[in-house]
Nanobody, 123 residues
Framework: QVQLVESGGGLVQAGGSLRLSCAGSGRTLSRYTLGWFRQAPGKEREFVAAIRWSGDNYSYGDSAKGRFTISTDNAKSTVYLQMTSLKPEDTAVYYC????????????????WGQGTQVTVSS
């Protein structure tokens, strides 16, 4: 399994930006798909974005399109989620995930999860 550690969450005003980081270790990440999910209180976990480690294939959930960007830094074994134009409804715990199968990850069944980082957007 891959070990994932998120960072970068916090409190931001509506309209602001935030960048989340997820550092991976334990396996060679070159064959993995990395992704971000989020879960707001009382709601189901939601797919946000995914990217193949090579960076040549990525996808976004509807809530992220046009506002969020996922990227990788191979040298740092880190995947980022740059979030802009944040809204109060973006408030959630954001989780990093990894799997050898892009399909399994996007379906919300990855083999590895991070511990989560809280993002709070105030109005």
């Amino acid at each position: 399994q891959v070990q994932l550690v998120e960072s970068g969450g916090g409190l931001v005003q509506a309209g602001g930006s935030l960048r989340l980081s997820c550092a991976g270790s334990g396996r060679t990440l070159s064959r993995y798909t990395l992704g971000w999910f989020r879960q707001a209180p009382g709601k189901e976990r939601e797919f946000v974005a995914a990217i193949r480690w090579s960076g040549d294939n990525y996808s976004y959930g509807d809530s992220a399109k046009g506002r969020f960007t996922i990227s990788t830094d191979n040298a740092k074994s880190t995947v980022y989620l740059q979030m802009t134009s944040l809204k109060p409804e973006d408030t959630a715990v954001y989780y990093c995930a990894a799997d050898l199968s892009s399909r399994m990850l996007v379906l919300g069944r990855p083999g590895s999860w991070g511990q989560g980082t809280q993002v709070t957007v105030s109005s």
